[in-house]
Every structure is written in structure tokens, then in C-alpha cells.
């Protein structure tokens, strides 16, 4: 390992990766647990595009959310992108809704991404940062989320 200073290394940049739209079911509210309220959203399919990726989101997903005290969401998604030519690819994509004044701070996510060898394993080989929104209404029940690459 080389050594490199602090001073000498570049702060990171972010390249627009991909982004989706991805499609909701029915909100199941199990209940107050010891951590908090659980909430949980199955995941119905969807889309993603991006200059270097494109396909569809398998259903089948979930995002498995928890109500803190401080009235915040932890999010956790877990699902599957299908590219245009077949390949599948894990998406984990965590972070943290919360509310102000009745609106939706910005929400900004940390995706892994568990992708085969090959065409797409650079999606396994670097950092991402995402953010989070509701989806255009014409979406539907629908978030999107936008990955861009950590440089």
C-alpha cells in the first residue's frame, strides 16, 4: 500500500450512474416494535436508464422501513434490477426519510450493488450515493431514485 497524504488526495467527485423508477404495493403496517414502528412496502417492478445500463426492476423487492422516536424513517430496500440483456444484479439501498414541516427533506441513500462478473461488476467495485423521491404522479405509487458514482 502506498502512503498518500491528506493534502495530496482529491475530494471526491460524483458521475450520474443510472436511475429508476420504481413501482410500490400496499403499505403493511406491522406494528410498534422494541426498535420502533415497522412499516413494510413490497417493491412491483419498475424501471432504471442510464448511459452505461438499462432494464427493468424485478417484483418481488421489499423496503423494510422503521419509525424511529426522533419521528425519521431508516429505510432499507432490498430487490433486483434485470438489464436489457438479462443480467441480474442485487440492489441494498439504505437511508433515512425525514419530515419537515409536512414536506420531505432531501433524501440521500447508500446503495450496494451485488452484480456478476462481467459487463456490469463495476456497479460491486465502487461507492455510490443515491437520492430519493416521490416518483412524477404519473408514475403512480412509485419512488425515484437517482445513483450517481462516487470518484
Known sequence: MV????SAQE????????EEIVTLGEVT???DTAQGGRIIIPIT???FEGPAIKGTIVPGGWDYQLR???GCNEV???????????????VVNTGVIC???GAMKPVRTHPVFEAPRGKYEWLSQVAFVGTLEPAPPSAGSAVKIRFYRVR
Open 3 to 6: 502512503a498518500v497524504s491528506a
Open 99 to 101: 419530515m419537515e414541516g
Open 76 to 90: 432499507k430496500a432490498d430487490y433486483f434490477l434485470k438489464t436489457d440483456d438479462g443480467v441480474v444484479i442485487n
Open 45 to 47: 417492478g419498475g424501471t
Open 11 to 18: 475530494a471526491p467527485t460524483l458521475e450520474f450512474a443510472f
Open 68 to 70: 424511529r422516536a426522533d
Open 29 to 31: 403496517v406491522p406494528g
